[in-house]
């Protein structure tokens, strides 16, 4: 079992960064692939980013690419998203998720936080 807090959402103009923390309870962080998501209003929620259990693997959206950085910190059991050069289309609800595989299929990540608002203005 793992429980996940993400932090660090916010309010930021078009051009701006922000950095997004997930923090991870338990023994087995370092086990885990981490993922985050986002969902905007009225619509699906989407793929990001995820890393695999060690760092060495990243992958992104394209959407994002280039723009965003996901890293980790096994021995803090956390999961940051650094997010650069936002755009408004940004705006979303962003959650991070925990798994056995750093894919982009949201059901292979049975972990999940309550999600943290960013919003991006033009």
């Known amino acids: 079992q793992v429980q996940l807090v993400e932090s660090g959402g916010g309010l930021v103009q078009a051009g701006g960064s922000l950095r997004l923390s997930c923090a991870a309870s338990?023994?087995?962080?370092?086990?885990?692939?981490m993922g985050w998501f986002r969902q905007a209003p009225g619509q699906e929620r989407e793929f990001v980013a995820t890393i695999n259990w060690s760092g060495g693997s990243t992958y992104y959206a394209d959407s994002v690419k280039g723009r965003f950085t996901i890293s980790r910190d096994n021995a803090k059991n956390t999961v940051s998203l650094q997010m650069n050069s936002l755009k408004p289309e940004d705006t979303a609800v962003y959650f991070c998720a925990a798994g056995r595989v750093a894919v982009t299929t949201m059901r292979t990540y049975p972990y999940w936080g309550q999600g943290t608002q960013v919003t991006v203005s033009s």
């Open positions: 338990g023994r087995t962080f370092s086990s885990y692939a």
